[in-house]
């Protein structure tokens, strides 16, 4: 979904607010999904809806191929690890989360920035006391950097 001249925290707003679905996901225009990627996910996400489910990625850079996971899987204080070093790398689109908890808590993206907003949303979920769930799979596919 893209949304003319307000930027991607815009455009991913108006797919929170449109979405009809039970969970939401986000995918950056550049970047692929593993085919089981969502699945996986929604396995965890039956369980504890109050959670924002992260997966791993690969990144590839010319001839270059790094796998990455974000530092906060595992950590007993989100909030704290997004805040350190230990948080990144973040991006959208290794993100799921419950479509009707992330609407009562009012997840959203701040539309004020132009970048970093991957990173924004997950310190927003962690204030707003969602658990982090981590799959420690490399499920997205980047094709640049973040």
């Known amino acids: 979904m893209r949304c003319a001249c307000r930027g991607g925290g815009a455009a991913r707003n108006v797919g929170i607010d449109e979405a009809t679905g039970t969970y939401?996901?986000?995918?950056?225009?550049?970047?692929?999904?593993?085919?089981?990627?969502?699945?996986?996910?929604?396995?965890?996400?039956?369980?504890?809806?109050?959670?924002?489910?992260?997966?791993g990625f690969r990144r590839?850079?010319?001839?270059?191929?790094?796998?990455?996971?974000?530092?906060?899987?595992?950590?007993?204080?989100?909030?704290?690890?997004?805040?350190?070093?230990r948080g990144g790398?973040?991006?959208?689109?290794?993100?799921?989360?419950?479509?009707?908890?992330?609407?009562?808590?009012?997840l959203r993206f701040d539309e004020r920035f132009p970048a970093s907003q991957d990173l924004d949303f997950a310190l927003t979920a962690a204030i707003k006391g969602f658990d982090f769930i981590g799959i420690n799979e490399p499920l997205v596919r980047k094709n640049r950097d973040p």
Do not use: Y
């Open 24 to 55: 939401l996901a986000f995918l950056d225009s550049d970047d692929q999904w593993d085919p089981k990627k969502l699945e996986l996910q929604m396995e965890h996400l039956v369980n504890n809806p109050h959670a924002l489910v992260l997966t």
């Open 89 to 106: 790398p973040l991006t959208c689109s290794i993100m799921a989360v419950d479509a009707e908890v992330a609407r009562e808590r009012d």
């Open 60 to 85: 590839h850079l010319e001839n270059t191929i790094r796998r990455g996971f974000p530092g906060v899987i595992g950590e007993p204080d989100p909030l704290t690890a997004l805040l350190g070093s």
